[in-house]
């Protein structure tokens, strides 16, 4: 079973910086340097919405209120996909979640609660 699992949520101040992780594991072609993989978020009553999403050979596209602050990359190594967030503004509270395309089937992990707060 193909398994997501993100972490690096919490509560920051505006401004401030957070790095999301997501790491994966399961059969041997749940492997993210060769698959579509992407951050999403939703926050309460709305749909969920693209935040970034790269594409096996490096291809990446950002939502326009996110762009020039955060930063998707991966980790071949670790099987990890990351979210470095900066300068976070209270509209980017929201529970973000993380999918992987593997062999034309979309997985999603848990989610992980970013509240940006005063």
């Known amino acids: 079973q193909v398994q997501l699992v993100e972490s690096g949520g919490g509560l920051v101040q505006p401004g401030g910086s957070l790095r999301l992780s997501c790491a994966a594991s399961?059969?041997?072609?749940?492997?993210?340097?060769?698959?579509?993989v992407g951050w999403y978020r939703q926050v309460p009553g709305k749909e969920r919405e693209l935040v970034a999403r790269m594409s096996h050979s490096g291809t990446i596209d950002y939502s326009g209120s996110v762009k020039g602050r955060f930063t998707i990359s991966r980790d071949n190594t670790k099987n990890t996909v990351y979210l470095q967030m900066n300068n976070l503004k209270p509209e980017d509270t929201a529970v973000y979640f993380c999918?992987?395309?593997?062999?034309?089937?979309?997985?999603w992990g848990q989610g992980t609660q970013v509240t940006v707060s005063s």
């Open positions: 399961g059969p041997i072609f749940t492997i993210f340097s060769i698959s579509a």
């Open positions: 999918n992987g395309n593997f062999r034309g089937f979309d997985h």
